[in-house]
């Protein structure tokens, strides 16, 4: 009678068994929902403030002691490269260069009539008829009205230098912010005259948070997407444009310029919104099992927990690569779910 007990409950003991897992899988199958993965990833960006700026405010400065005769602009005026701005009294560089004229003038007739005579004197001295200490002399004074005519050639062109200062043109394409001076004034080299604003080629400034970077597991924003947002205007896809080397001591922040529309006034503020270029999955669906981090899935309607190498715990981790779009990701009770129910 003993060994009929045993066996009839060896022979009902795998039957409890697979009822107990039954129960156990339709435990775990009431208790989580999923979603596909292409509605669980998120994107990592964040927002900053930043200001379209200008690459030059210029304060223009007289380089003549000169009387100002002439200005042709008024504060907040459009200016463009090359166009006149101030007009200072040349009258006295211009009559140097009136002079200068006229001792080229002689310095060339004299110079004529030296080499004339050293002609002259070159032939007579080939039949003997004159010193040779003529000829040299002849020729000394040759060479030194040579070089005078290159001195006065130098002064001439240093005095017609001096003529273009007179007229202070635009370096670039802006607008006049302030003049420090009026008509009939008298300037020292070097006294302010005006400042002006360039308005082409702008750009657009922010600086951003060291600690923020290292936490998107990148220090460089040029492999961030950025988008300018300004109330009043279209969302604008930016481009990198540069990165300060260092980090700001005092606010431990990089400071990064990006281009600027040429409709974007100078001086705008706005918000640069800066976004990882990879998915993330959300620390939410993240869950830890021993020392491993991962999540559960239901693939083939089975129960799967996919590891996840390299996991902060209470952060975002990267998407990986290969994980299909329609992959259903477990995004509620998975915090009761097991290895052990997992068909790994």
Known sequence: MRWVIVLGFILVNPLTVSAIYAKSDETWRAQIQTQPLSEVVIERSQSFAAEVISPNQTQLASELNA?????????????????????????????????????????????????????????????????????????????????????????????????????????????????????????????????????????????????????????????????LQVRGFDDIDLQLIRQAPHIDPNSRTVQVWFNAPADLPIGLSGQVRLTHPQP?????????????????????????FRQLQDVQEGRPHALPADWPDNLLIVTQGQQRLTREQAND
């Open 280 to 304: 993330f999955l959300p620390a939410q669906v993240i869950v830890q099992r021993g020392q491993a981090f991962g999540v559960f899935t239901l693939e083939d309607n089975q129960l799967r």
């Open 67 to 227: 009387r100002v005769l002439r200005i042709y602009t008024r504060p907040g005026e459009q200016v463009k490269q090359g166009q006149r701005l101030v007009k200072l009294d040349c009258q006295d560089s211009q009559l140097q260069a009136e002079r200068l004229v006229a001792q080229r003038q002689q310095n060339q007739a004299s110079l004529s009539l030296a080499q004339s005579t050293q002609t002259r004197l070159a032939q007579l001295q080939n039949r003997d008829l004159t010193a040779v200490s003529q000829l040299d002399e002849v020729a000394a004074q040759v060479q030194q009205l040579q070089a005078q005519g290159d001195i006065l050639a130098v002064e001439q062109r240093l005095n017609a230098r001096q003529i273009e200062r007179c007229t202070i043109k635009a370096p670039f394409t802006g607008s006049v912010l302030k003049h420090h001076v009026g008509e009939g004034q008298w300037v020292n080299v070097g006294s302010p005259l005006l400042e002006l604003l360039q308005t082409e080629q702008a750009e657009i400034s922010t600086r951003l948070p060291f600690s923020w970077l290292q936490s998107m597991d990148h220090t460089r924003p040029a492999d961030l997407s950025a988008r």
